[in-house]
């Protein structure tokens, strides 16, 4: 990730074994790491939908994969690096896919993907805030409630139903 200034930068590095129970070590590190950032809450979930894509879409399932995150002054940046494989286009009409969160919660320009050097992928997203804002608490002790709006995402295609 490269700084285009000399301020203060914070980073978070881990690889983590590529298995489905090891996304939720995946959320409680990044949540200890981002602690009083004001938006740690998405960020945690776009870290949890980046890291269950690397377990049930690539080589990473039963290998690893990598999540770093950087902090500065009012942006922060979320990187999971796989270990490849081919990427399947959306088909149209199919169900919504957690990329959709992650470009509703970061906008069209606030992610994307990259070739890792050892022929893997980094999917990255990054977030910005105003100076001066207060971290959401929406855990422990003193948390308010807060209700984040979703866009209007087409319904699940129903199975069909076997005879009994």
Not at 22 to 44: K, S
Not at 69 to 79: D, H, Q
Not at 107 to 134: F, K
Request: hydrophobic residues 35%; positive net charge; charged residues 30%.
């Amino acid at each position: 990730m490269a700084r285009a200034t000399a301020e203060a930068v914070t980073g978070y590095q881990r690889t983590y074994p590529g298995r489905a129970d090891r996304i939720r070590e995946v959320r409680r590190d990044l949540a200890g790491y981002l602690n009083e950032c004001p938006v740690a809450d998405d960020l945690v979930l776009i870290a949890d939908e980046l890291a269950a894509n690397c377990i049930m879409h690539t080589r990473s399932r039963g290998a690893s994969f990598h999540v770093r995150c950087e902090l500065s002054s009012g942006t922060a940046r979320i990187e999971v690096e796989d270990m490849g494989g081919p990427w399947r286009p959306r088909k149209p009409g199919d169900r919504p896919h957690g990329l959709d969160i992650v470009a509703a919660l970061t906008g069209s320009d606030g992610w994307g993907t990259e070739p890792a050097d050892d022929g893997g992928r980094v999917v990255w997203a990054r977030l910005s805030w105003e100076s001066g804002a207060r971290p959401r608490r929406t855990r422990g002790p003193g948390a308010r409630i807060t209700r984040t709006r979703w866009p209007r995402l087409p319904p699940w295609p129903r199975a069909p139903r076997h005879p009994r």
